[in-house]
């Protein structure tokens, strides 16, 4: 089993940039497919971008294309996010997930992903 703790959150201007951090413990880590979603306030919980084991294969959210950017470090057991031209409807709760397939993490809202990070929050103001 995969366990995910998340680091990076803050407020930031519409347009500057932030970077996320996900730490993963686990020996199956580099078996797993790792990702990110948020939650904006009052709204449901959406996927954002997620990156194969190899690294060879990402997928994004059409929102986030084009600015935002995941990445993973498999020596460091670790998955980014890196977040630039950041708009103020991209203030969420951001969680970093993990599962065994891609599919999983594109397929609607997360309710298959099977770990769970517990979130940190990203607050972009105008």
């Known amino acids: 089993q995969v366990q995910l703790v998340e680091f990076g959150g803050g407020s930031v201007q519409a347009g500057d940039s932030l970077r996320l951090s996900c730490s993963a413990s686990g020996r199956t880590f580099s078996a797993y497919v790792l990702g990110w979603f948020r939650r904006a306030p009052g709204k449901g919980r959406e996927f954002v971008a997620a990156?194969?084991?190899?690294?060879?294969?990402?997928e994004y959210a059409d929102s986030v294309k084009g600015r935002f950017t995941v990445s993973r470090d498999n020596a460091k057991s670790s998955v980014y996010l890196q977040m630039d031209n950041l708009k103020p409807e991209d203030t969420a709760v951001y969680y970093c997930?993990?599962?065994?397939?891609?599919?999983?993490?594109?397929?609607?809202?997360?309710?298959?992903?099977?770990?769970w990070g517990q979130g940190t929050l990203v607050t972009v103001s105008s």
């Open positions: 997930a993990a599962d065994r397939y891609m599919t999983s993490m594109t397929a609607g809202s997360g309710d298959t992903v099977e770990v």
């Open positions: 990156i194969h084991w190899s690294g060879g294969r990402t």
